[in-house]
Structures are given as C-alpha cells and as structure tokens.
C-alpha cells in the first residue's frame, strides 16, 4: 500500500513563492515517477509538472520557467517549487506516483493541498 502526503500549498501574493512536498510512505521504488497535477472547481484536473525515476523532468507549458519539481529519493518526498505565481496558479494540487515497471502502471494519489494566489 501506498500512501502520499502533501503538504506546503497555502495564501500567496501574487509574484510570490512557495514550495509543495509530497511524501510516500509504503513501498515506493525510486523508479516510479512523481506527476504534480492541479484542479479548480469545475476543471478537469491538469498536469503540471513530472519528474522520472532517472530525473528526467517534463512541465505544462503554462509553469515553464517558473514552477521546479526535483526528488530526494532518500526522503522518500518529491518537491514542487513554485515561484512568480499568478492567480491563474490557484488551485488544489495533487502529487500523483506511478509505478512505471509494474503492469498496469498502477498509480496513487494524494489528498491534495490547496494553494491560493490573492493579492
């Protein structure tokens, strides 16, 4: 079984910073891959960020060169730095695992953090 915590969402200003965490408790592999995904009411929930076992990282076309996510495999926890934020950033995150080497690619979800982003 697998377990994933975020943690770190929260009110910002716009133009300001802050730092998501996610951390796995189970049996997560440092091969799986970690997504962040967000979601606002009514919207279907959209990828924002992806990091690979090997560290390879893919964003939404909307956080390139602001957003960041990054791993500490020893911690078990996967990061989403998230700098120059807009309104349009607000929303509940989630932190999403996939084991890629399993059949079915099974995946797990988090709760979920809210960020706000209010002047």
């Known amino acids: 079984q697998v377990q994933l915590v975020e943690s770190g969402g929260g009110l910002v200003q716009p133009g300001g910073s802050l730092r998501l965490s996610c951390e796995a408790y189970?049996?997560?592999?440092?091969?799986?891959?970690f997504n962040w995904y967000r979601q606002t009411p009514g919207k279907t929930r959209e990828m924002v960020a992806g990091i690979t076992g090997s560290g390879s990282t893919n964003y939404a076309d909307s956080v390139k060169g602001r957003f960041t996510i990054s791993r500490d495999n020893a911690k078990n926890t996967v990061y989403l730095q998230m700098n120059s934020l807009k309104p349009e950033d607000a929303a509940v995150y989630y932190c999403?695992?996939?084991?890629?080497?399993?059949?079915?690619?099974?995946?797990?979800w988090g709760m979920g953090t809210k960020v706000t982003v209010s002047p």
């Open positions: 999403q695992t996939v084991f890629t080497t399993r059949p079915g690619r099974p995946s797990y």
């Open positions: 189970g049996s997560v592999f440092i091969d799986n891959t």
